[in-house]
């Protein structure tokens, strides 16, 4: 079954520092993956996403992901945390290319520090 | 357009009683998604819409779960003779249907529907 893992549950970093949030993807069928970044009371919002192409995607407010494909992994990367990115943010695996049937991994909350 | 709406935001009710939740997706999106959220747990899939016809149902929503989208603009999610274990975030999002690999819908999502079970 496709599926995603956040395999951590809190990153903390300084501001100012790079952060990167992972996420891997079980191997089955092409992979269609996603970043989402969730702010309390809000939505959630897409970052970014992979679909086919360049392995390294670049999405909003300076976030970017590198496709792995042999290490079957999509992590998120910023050169730079401000206080402002601290959330929760997803990885998420489309089950196909044109549909927004998504599997969400658990999440992973960011909190930037001063 | 202020995005995807979804009321109401919380809901409080006794087990055993019916709710009822509305979401108005972005007026040009064709594509209608529900979801729900429990604490700690990414949102899972529920069903979604494309205009007013239903084209899948996870296996999550029992019978007890019926949603529409009459018109394929709102859409509603009923959950009759609620149960502890439906206290959950229920999440509406919406998007255009893409074509070819590039075309992976980006979903807009709303605040969400909160319903506690008593």
């Known amino acids: 079954a496709q599926s995603v893992a956040q395999p951590e549950d809190q990153v903390n970093v300084a501001e100012g520092n790079p952060l990167t949030v992972k996420c891997t993807y079980s191997v089955s069928g092409n992979p269609y993956l996603f970043w989402y970044v969730q702010y309390p009371n809000r939505g959630l919002q897409f970052l970014l996403k992979y679909i086919t192409g360049d392995n390294l995607v670049k999405g909003s407010y300076g976030f970017e992901a590198e496709f792995n494909k042999s290490q079957t992994s999509f992590h998120l990367k910023k050169p730079s945390a401000l206080v402002s990115d601290s959330a929760l943010y997803f990885c998420?695996?489309?089950?196909?290319?044109?549909?927004?049937?998504?599997?969400f991994g658990q999440g992973t909350t960011l909190q930037v520090k001063p | 357009d202020t995005g995807v709406s979804q009321n109401p935001r919380h809901k409080i009710t006794k087990r055993g009683q019916n709710v009822t939740f509305r979401c108005d997706p972005i007026?040009?999106?064709?594509?209608l998604y529900w979801y729900r959220q429990t604490l700690g747990q990414g949102p899972e899939f529920l069903t979604y819409f494309q205009n007013e016809a239903q084209l899948e149902k996870s296996r999550l929503l029992s019978d007890r779960f019926s949603a529409e989208r009459p018109k394929g603009s709102f859409s509603t999610l009923e959950i009759q003779r609620t149960e502890q274990g439906d206290s959950a975030m229920y999440l509406c999002?919406?998007?255009?249907?893409?074509?070819?690999?590039?075309?992976?819908?980006?979903?807009?999502f709303g605040a969400g529907s909160r319903l506690t079970v008593l």
């Open positions: 007026s040009e999106h064709n594509r």
């Open positions: 999002a919406s998007s255009l249907l893409g074509t070819g690999p590039r075309g992976a819908n980006v979903l807009t």
């Open positions: 998420a695996r489309g089950t196909s290319s044109n549909t927004g049937k998504l599997i």
